[in-house]
């Protein structure tokens, strides 16, 4: 099924139907972050290339809008069908292109498969509405509108290293049952994956230009794409740093955007600390920490922090550490590159050199940070504030709630938190006042389901994420209004 997508090692894109390659001749290795050898080549498109595959998207979506929502539907729920045949083959790729353990892999491709169902489910009862205007004052006449939801054209999907299957799937799915078409532009790292995605849509029978893909840097393509007439609205999971980049480049176009977290774990002096201890462990280091919203910080009473680092400690030196192709499961793994690593060993290096007490971890080897934990960070290390996408946990002691309120909200960041005790109105009370878009009570911080709200404030992202809030951001309200006679 997925042998026209590649010539030997080197992948193709698909662009009208057909999987191409680029006229540059041009490719961008793609190396494993576990043990540098080569996973395969991608395309590298030019600017021309990037701007017939828009244009194409834009043709095709004419024609694509009228199709009956059930038959939108129908090619959703066999491209469901196929990723969940073709799990292990994907997981597979997934595992050496960004590391993530097999286990980890194939639930990411079948938890797509869900999402992709569910997106179609959720579009089909979806209803428009019909809204009377008597008695609103200053119409004297009786009017009715008919509001339905109109696709709004070519959405450009740009998707993360970190889940390259899913992150794509909960741009695409929704578009395309909208009525939009889709160029995905995924990141470099985890394109292989993502292009796998693709051709299971395209087999599922999504017609010709519906879903285009293009890979390259972005630093020479994105840019461009970004700013194409033929945009009308852009989907960004990845940095706060290019998400806000992106945001200055473009004008009047719709945005949806998942940033960067630094996602705080309040610990109450009530809390069930083994409960705790479990959700942070989790929160924290699955994944090497490479999730937006992983648990980046703990906020915790100063009268049960020793006993909670006690647990932690034991916690942590039971995480599986190593190479995801040697084993099925693993907990820690290498990072995705080597700035990423040397960027995390900059930010422990930093707060050792101003005191943080180190706990248990803080070495390196190659790119594969160990887990670490530190007691005694304080609110002048950049540890305490800056996000490090790595396996580092910082402990900051507090001594009341309306302490732990005031450090989580001095971030710039504000996707999760989450709060951990046994009284409902002290987490209703904290609740209230931290400005993130989701607070978790006695779990960790963590996306889904997926039929929630998801979102990000401050610099963490624009727009709310989440199956139904998605198909409503990616298409728009039309009021037909039918003028009754006197």
């Known amino acids: 099924m997925f042998s026209d997508i590649r010539n030997e090692n080197i992948y193709k894109n698909l662009v009208n139907g057909q999987w191409i390659e680029t006229n540059t001749k041009k490719l961008i290795d793609i190396k494993s972050p576990i043990d540098q050898s080569l996973v395969g080549s991608i395309q590298a498109m030019s600017k021309e290339e990037v701007d017939a595959a828009i244009q194409n998207a834009s043709e095709a979506q004419l024609s694509w809008r009228n199709v009956p929502l059930n038959e939108r539907a129908d090619i959703l729920y066999k491209a469901a069908d196929i990723l969940d ?121 999504l017609p010709a230009g519906v879903l285009n893909t293009v890979t390259g840097r972005g630093s020479e393509i994105g840019d461009y794409a970004v700013t194409h007439d033929h945009v009308d609205f852009i989907n960004f999971t990845g940095s706060t740093e290019v998400g806000k980049h992106i945001s200055q480049i473009t004008a009047m176009k719709p945005l949806l955007m998942e940033l960067g977290g630094k996602d705080a774990a309040i610990v109450l002096e009530d809390a069930d600390l083994d409960l705790t201890v479990k959700n942070i462990i989790a929160g924290a280091y699955s994944y090497s920490g490479q999730r937006c919203t992983a648990v980046k910080r703990i906020l915790v009473m100063e009268s049960v922090a020793d006993e909670l680092i006690s647990k932690l400690k034991t916690k942590i030196e039971a995480l599986k550490v190593g190479n995801p192709l040697e084993q099925d499961q693993v907990d820690v793994v290498p990072l995705i590159d080597t700035k990423a690593a040397d960027f995390v060993e900059e930010l422990m290096r930093e707060a050792e050199e101003k005191g943080a007490k180190l706990i248990i971890g803080g070495n390196r080897e190659g790119n594969l940070i160990y887990p670490t934990l530190y007691d005694e960070v304080t609110i002048d290390m950049r540890l305490a504030w800056e996000e490090p996408f790595g396996p580092v946990l910082p402990i900051i002691r507090i001594s009341d709630r309306d302490a732990a309120i005031k450090i989580a909200n001095a971030s710039e960041y504000g996707l999760q938190s989450s709060v951990f005790t046994k009284d409902i109105n002290a987490a209703f009370y904290i609740a209230s006042k931290l400005e993130v878009g989701t607070v978790q009570v006695n779990n960790k911080t963590e996306r889904g389901p997926d039929h929630f709200p998801f979102l990000g404030v401050k610099s963490s992202g624009i727009g709310t994420q989440g199956i139904r809030y998605s198909i409503e951001a990616m298409s728009r309200p039309k009021a037909i209004v039918i003028n009754l006679a006197d």
Do not use: C, H, W
């Open 85 to 205: 045949k073709k799990a292990e083959e994907i997981a597979n790729i997934m595992v050496r292109e960004v590391a993530k353990d097999k286990k980890s892999a194939v639930s990411e491709v079948t938890r797509t498969a869900d999402y992709i169902r569910f997106t179609a489910d959720a579009a089909k009862s979806m209803e428009g509405e019909s809204i009377p205007s008597d008695p609103f004052p200053g119409f004297n006449r009786s009017k009715i509108s008919v509001v339905t939801r109109e696709p709004l054209g070519v959405i450009l999907a740009i998707s993360p290293f970190n889940y390259p299957v899913n992150l794509s799937a909960s741009k695409i799915a929704p578009a395309v049952v909208a009525g939009n078409s889709v160029v995905l532009k995924p990141a470099t790292q985890g394109s292989i994956s993502a292009l796998y995605l693709a051709k299971a849509f395209q087999q599922a029978g």
